[in-house]
C-alpha cells in the first residue's frame, strides 16, 4: 500500500518539477516584461502555481492509474513498463508543444493558450500561420527540445515504472484502489474546500503577468477548451438581468437630440478605411511615434480627428462587426463565424443601401476568412474584390496582396460606380509577418522597426490613393472614414491586454465633404469604434435607432465613455479614470488613476460588468 502510495508521490513530484522548469522557461523569455516584478514576487509564482500544477498531474495520472487497478483485479495481467514510458513521454512533448506555443500567443495577446488558438488554427490554418510570422521560431523550437529532453530525463529518475505486486485479497485491493483514487481526485479538485480547482488559485498579484505565469498551462487551456464546448450560458453573470440592461442602456439616452452637422450634403460617397493593427502608438498626433505615419498627420489637419477612441477588441474579426454593425466584442466569442448570429446584426450597408447607395467590399485577402464574405453579402454588400480577383502575381505576401495594389484597384473601381456609394477598404500589410514589396524605412531585424516599417508603407500608400482620388470626379462628394480595425502591442511593446493604451485608435473623418470650417479640429470625447454607425448616419440624418450599442460622439447629449474587453476580461473608461477586470482571477488588474474616489471605481466596475453581462446575453439571444 506504502509502495503504492510513494509511487504516486514520485509522480507528482516529477510533474512539479516540470511545470516549474516550463514556467521558468516562460518567466526567462519574458524577463523584460518582468522587471516590474520583485525576487520575492517572481518566487511566489511557483508557490501559488503549486494546486493547479497539482490538479493538472493528477489529471494526467488518471489514465495509468486506471489502467494498474485493472490490472490489479485481471489474474495474470501485467503491463509493460516500455507502455507507461511512451504515454509519459507523450504528455511531455505535449506540455513542451503547448509551453513555446504560449510564447507567441502571450507576446501577441497577453493571454495564455486557449479554445481560440486552436480554434482559429483549425479554421483559418494559413492565415494563423501567416500571424505567426514574426515569432522566433527557431528559438522557440531550441527552447521545446531543451525541455522535451530535460523532462524525458528527469521522468526516467523520478517516475517509477515497475510493477507493484499488490494483495491477492480482493478487499485489500479495492481499499487500494479507493485511497489511490480517492488521492488522485482531491488533487483535481484542489483540496477540498468549498469551491473546486479553479483559476483565482494562481492569482495573487495585481501584476497581471505574475498572474498569468503563475497560471498552470494545461489546465487552463483544458478548462477554457470545456467552457467552450459546454451547452450555450453566459459565463459573465454579474447582476440580475434587469439591472445589467437598464445600466446599460443608462448611458446611450441622448440628453440632447441635436448633432454637430460637419457635412456639406446628407448623400456623400462614403469609404471606410478599415486599417490594419494601426494603433495610436502609430499617430503622432495621437503620442504616437513621430515620422511612422508623416502623411496621416497631413490628413488630420484636413479632417476631423476623434483623438479619444478605442477599439472593441483585439482582433479583425472584432473590429469590423464593431465598425458596421456597432456592435461589441463578445470576448470569447466572435459573433461573425456564427451566420444565424451575424445575420440579425444590424448594418451600415444595409441602411444605406436602400437610400440609393451602391455597396462594396474590397480585401487583398481572403475574403472567406473569419466568415468575412458571409456577414459582407448579408448586410448588403454587392460587390466584393478580394485576393482571388488579382492575378497570381499580384499575391506577393502570406496574407495576399499588398496596401498598394488594393487601394489602386479600388481608386479604377470607384470610377466606374455609380453614385451615391458607400465602400469599405480592408488593409492587410500591417500584419504579421510584415511583408511588404518596398524597402523598410526604419531598418534593423527586431519586429517594432518592421512593424513601423508596414505602418509607414501603409502610410504612403493612403496618400498615394488620395493624389490619385482627387483627379476624380466623384472626390468632391466624398467622406472618407479612417479607422483601425483593433490595436497592438507593437511598436512600443509596452501595452497589455488590459491596458487602455493597447485598444487606442485613431478615427478620422476626412475629405472634401467636410465643411471648411470644421477641418482640423478636433474631437476629445470618449468613444469607440461601435459609435461609428451612430455618428456617421446621424450626419445623413438617417435613423440610427437598430444600432442599440452605438452612440453619436458628434451629438453634445451623448455621455463620454469607452469599453473594450479580451478573451475573459473587460475595461470601462470615463473622462481621467478607467478600471480593467479580469474575469478568471475575478479581480480588478487596472486602475489609470489609483487615487480616484473609490465611489467611481465601484461605478466603473459596476459599468464594465453590466455591458460584459448585457453583450453576452445579445449575442445568446440573436
Request: glycine letters at 6%; a positive charge; aromatic letters at 14%.
Amino acid at each position: 500500500m506504502l509502495k503504492n502510495l510513494f509511487i504516486l508521490l514520485r509522480f507528482f513530484v516529477f510533474w512539479l518539477l516540470f511545470f516549474a522548469i516550463n514556467r521558468l522557461a516562460f518567466e526567462i523569455y519574458f524577463r523584460d516584461k518582468l522587471k516590474i516584478a520583485t525576487g520575492k514576487e517572481l518566487l511566489e509564482s511557483f508557490l501559488f502555481a503549486l494546486r493547479l500544477d497539482l490538479a493538472t498531474a493528477a489529471y494526467i495520472a488518471i489514465l495509468p492509474l486506471l489502467v494498474s487497478i485493472a490490472v490489479w483485479f485481471i489474474p495474470g495481467a501485467r503491463v509493460k513498463a516500455i507502455w507507461y514510458k511512451v504515454y509519459i513521454w507523450f504528455c511531455i512533448l505535449i506540455v513542451c508543444f503547448l509551453t513555446i506555443l504560449d510564447f507567441n500567443i502571450f507576446q501577441e495577446w497577453s493571454t495564455k493558450v486557449n479554445y481560440r488558438v486552436f480554434d482559429s488554427i483549425i479554421h483559418q490554418f494559413s492565415e494563423s500561420l501567416a500571424s505567426s510570422g514574426s515569432a522566433p521560431i527557431g528559438l522557440c523550437i531550441t527552447i521545446g527540445v531543451v525541455l522535451l529532453v530535460t523532462g524525458i530525463l528527469l521522468s526516467n529518475v523520478l517516475i517509477d515504472y515497475r510493477h507493484i505486486k499488490t494483495p491477492t485479497k480482493t478487499s485489500s485491493k479495492i481499499a487500494y484502489s479507493l485511497v489511490l483514487i480517492f488521492v488522485t481526485f482531491s488533487a483535481i479538485r484542489g483540496g477540498w474546500q468549498t469551491t473546486p480547482a479553479n483559476q483565482s488559485m494562481a492569482y495573487y498579484s495585481p501584476k497581471q503577468i505574475l498572474n498569468q505565469s503563475s497560471l498552470n498551462t494545461e489546465w487552463n487551456l483544458f478548462d477554457n477548451i470545456i467552457e467552450n464546448l459546454r451547452a450555450a450560458h453566459n459565463p459573465y453573470l454579474f447582476l440580475p438581468p434587469k439591472t445589467a440592461d437598464s445600466l446599460s442602456r443608462s448611458l446611450f439616452l441622448q440628453k440632447a437630440d441635436t448633432t454637430l452637422h460637419i457635412l456639406k450634403t446628407k448623400r456623400p460617397n462614403i469609404v471606410i478605411f478599415q486599417l490594419e493593427s494601426f494603433t495610436a502608438d502609430v499617430i503622432e498626433s495621437l503620442g504616437g511615434d513621430k515620422g511612422v505615419c508623416p502623411n496621416f498627420e497631413k490628413f488630420i489637419s484636413q479632417g476631423v480627428l476623434f483623438d479619444s477612441v478605442y477599439s472593441a477588441g483585439d482582433r479583425t474579426d472584432k473590429g469590423m462587426v464593431a465598425i458596421l454593425s456597432g456592435f461589441p466584442s463578445q470576448a470569447i466569442r466572435t459573433i461573425i463565424t456564427n451566420n444565424t448570429k451575424q445575420e440579425k446584426l444590424p448594418a451600415i450597408p444595409e441602411i444605406l443601401q436602400p437610400e440609393g447607395y451602391a455597396t462594396s467590399y474590397f480585401y487583398g485577402g481572403e475574403v472567406e476568412y473569419m466568415n468575412f464574405k458571409s456577414y459582407m453579402l448579408t448586410h448588403k454588400i454587392a460587390h466584393i474584390t478580394a485576393m482571388n480577383n488579382f492575378d497570381r502575381s499580384k499575391v506577393d505576401s502570406k496574407w495576399g496582396v499588398n496596401d498598394g495594389t488594393l487601394l489602386d484597384t479600388h481608386v479604377e473601381y470607384l470610377n466606374t460606380e455609380k453614385q451615391p456609394f458607400f465602400s469599405l477598404v480592408e488593409t492587410l500589410t500591417n500584419h504579421e509577418p510584415f511583408d511588404m514589396p518596398a524597402k523598410a524605412h526604419f531598418p534593423g531585424p527586431n519586429v517594432a522597426n518592421k512593424f513601423r516599417s508596414t505602418a509607414y508603407y501603409t502610410d504612403s500608400c493612403l496618400n498615394a490613393y488620395f493624389e490619385h482620388a482627387k483627379k476624380q470626379s466623384w472626390y468632391k462628394n466624398t467622406l472618407f472614414i479612417l479607422v483601425a480595425d483593433h490595436g497592438h502591442r507593437l511598436p512600443r511593446n509596452t501595452s497589455e491586454s488590459y491596458q487602455p493604451a493597447k485598444y487606442h485608435i485613431p478615427l478620422l473623418f476626412f475629405g472634401d465633404a467636410i465643411k471648411e470650417e470644421y477641418r482640423g479640429k478636433r474631437i476629445s470625447k470618449l468613444g469607440n469604434q461601435t459609435d461609428i454607425p451612430a455618428t456617421l448616419l446621424a450626419q445623413l440624418d438617417l435613423p440610427y435607432d437598430k444600432f442599440g450599442w452605438s452612440k453619436d460622439i458628434l451629438n453634445p447629449g451623448t455621455p463620454p465613455f469607452a469599453f473594450f474587453d479580451w478573451d475573459n476580461g473587460m475595461g470601462f473608461m470615463v473622462p481621467g479614470q478607467a478600471i480593467s477586470f479580469d474575469n478568471l482571477g475575478k479581480q480588478v488588474v487596472y486602475t489609470k488613476n489609483q487615487k480616484g474616489d473609490q465611489a467611481t471605481k465601484d461605478k466603473l466596475l459596476l459599468y464594465g460588468k453590466a455591458f460584459l453581462q448585457q453583450i453576452y446575453t445579445e449575442y445568446m439571444a440573436y
